[in-house]
């Protein structure tokens, strides 16, 4: 059995998402961030409020130590190395992590540059984003085109995320009801400040850019299925255009699922603070296993799982 691990992005926060997991040894990175970046990490995991973890740059710190974390305790449990394994916008960060294509502290530091980039992106160019359900993606993308929004999630047949202005954005929902769906339809709003994943970004990776082209990328220990172009990456090299172009292009997860099964998952492990991807999976391709952790009781389940 071919084991996929995978790491949602900005949504799947919770508040106190790290209090069970304090017993185990992998909690100590939430103090060795705070250590990295010189400010008090560990509150956001144990204490910050929903609307803290909201903000960009607070959310994206604590989403990846938090994983870093759940990754390491999974390492220690499980019965043998992936295969391969990817991450949703953010999140493949921590797919960089687990493929040792960054250490630790390395990875953290790009990812606070990225936090507080995209958060002053976000406050140059206001915008947010939808949710587009039972449509295809390419009704989605000429809608988008005909309005000036974009589109900046591809997560799964029949849902679509699209970003933009607000004014774009309420233009979207009036195009696409008169666009005829899969079956039933719905566009919503997703609550983030911002539009993620567009041109929107763009200044986000003036900064951030620098800070790629400086640190030290590894060859990967195993595949890790880039958001930009949906293809299997083990060269460390690829990686500081990659996450520039991330910033300000769609996330391809559902030919990214189909990735993960080309090289060789059988199953998909989702580590993170709430399940959201495994449901994206199953939405995509219904023979891939779905396990999620997101306590440590379900890390002992599904470690022992997969070890039969």
């Known amino acids: 059995m071919g084991t996929a691990l995978i790491f949602p992005g900005q949504g799947s926060q919770r508040e106190q998402m790290a209090q069970p997991w304090r017993v185990e040894p992998s909690f100590a990175r939430w103090e060795e961030a705070s250590d990295v970046l ?34 390491e305790a999974w390492q220690a449990r499980a ?5 391969v ?30 936090a507080r980039a995209t958060q002053a992106a976000a406050q140059e160019h206001p915008g947010g984003m939808v ?5 295809e993606v390419d009704d989605v993308a000429q809608a988008c085109d005909e309005v000036g929004a974009f589109v900046a999630n591809d997560n799964a047949p029949g849902q679509v995320v699209a970003a933009g202005p607000h004014e774009a954005l309420a233009a979207l929902k009036e195009r696409l009801g008169r666009v005829e769906g899969t079956g039933r339809t719905k566009v919503m709003d997703i609550a983030v400040g911002a539009a993620y994943h567009s041109p929107h970004m763009a200044p986000a990776v003036d900064e951030l850019g620098p800070a790629l ?13 880039a958001n930009v172009d949906a293809r299997a990456h083990t060269a460390g090299g690829d ?15 559902r030919e990214s699922v189909a990735a993960l099964a080309e090289a060789g998952a059988t199953e998909v492990v989702e580590l993170g603070a709430s399940a959201v991807l495994t449901g994206l999976v199953k939405r995509t391709d219904r023979s891939l296993g779905r396990r999620t952790v997101t306590t440590p009781e379900e890390l002992d389940a599904s470690a022992q799982e997969v070890a039969r």
């Open 38 to 71: 010189g400010w008090d990490v560990t509150r956001l995991g144990l204490e910050a409020s929903a609307d803290e973890l909201r903000e960009p740059a607070a959310c994206q710190v604590a989403l990846f130590v938090h994983a870093a974390v759940l990754l």
């Open 239 to 253: 990686w500081p255009a990659l996450l520039r172009e991330q910033v300000t292009t769609p996330v391809r997860w």
């Open 213 to 225: 082209d400086s640190a030290r990328f590894s060859d990967a220990t195993l595949p890790v299925v």
């Open 131 to 135: 949710a587009c359900l039972g449509y």
């Open 85 to 114: 394994t990817a991450g949703h916008s953010l999140g493949e960060y921590d797919s960089l992590l687990a493929a040792g294509v960054l250490p630790f502290a390395d990875a953290l530091r790009l990812v606070d540059v990225r």
């Open 79 to 83: 019965p043998g190395p992936p295969v």
